[in-house]
């Protein structure tokens, strides 16, 4: 399988009883260490190199992923794109979108949105956050809603 960057780093559907998976992470787990290392005696207010802080889904993309297929010692599924869809779907840029038509996805993946906050507000500007303040909204009038804004 190649992998691509819209591969889902979240890996939606991952088993986590699965030694792979377990593997997985915990090959990424020590890679993030091992890079940190020379780092753990600096002060908290010390700059990381960009080029040595590597993000754990580069990690896991770029290095460990690959290394474990070329081992068959992890099997990865390709999702359907139009089901589970890349934050990118609201930009209509990613790729394989013209294809989707007008069906709603069912999980709209978005990763990439750095902070939880950041998330929720997004979801809220697209009419796709179903709390409101502690409790859940009204379900069906906001399934609706949701729904309506993939037309």
């Known amino acids: 399988m190649q992998l691509t960057m819209l591969v889902s780093p979240g890996l939606m559907s991952m088993k986590g009883n699965r030694s792979g998976a377990l593997t997985m992470w915990t090959r990424v787990l020590d890679r993030i260490q091992k890079d940190m290392k020379p780092f753990h005696s600096l002060p908290d207010s010390a700059t990381i190199p960009p080029e040595r802080a590597k993000h754990e889904q580069v990690i896991l993309l770029k290095d460990v992923l690959p290394a474990m297929l070329n081992h068959s010692e992890i ?47 997004r979801a809220k500007e697209r009419k796709h956050w179903f709390l409101h303040g502690d409790r859940c909204a009204p379900w069906n009038a906001t399934l609706t809603t949701a729904i309506n804004t993939f037309k």
């Open 75 to 121: 099997k990865v599924i390709d999702l359907d794109r139009c089901t589970y869809a890349s934050g990118l779907w609201y930009t209509r840029k990613a790729p394989h979108i013209k294809t989707c038509g007008h069906i709603p996805p069912a999980v709209l993946n978005n990763n990439w949105i750095e902070g939880n906050q950041n998330k929720i507000n």
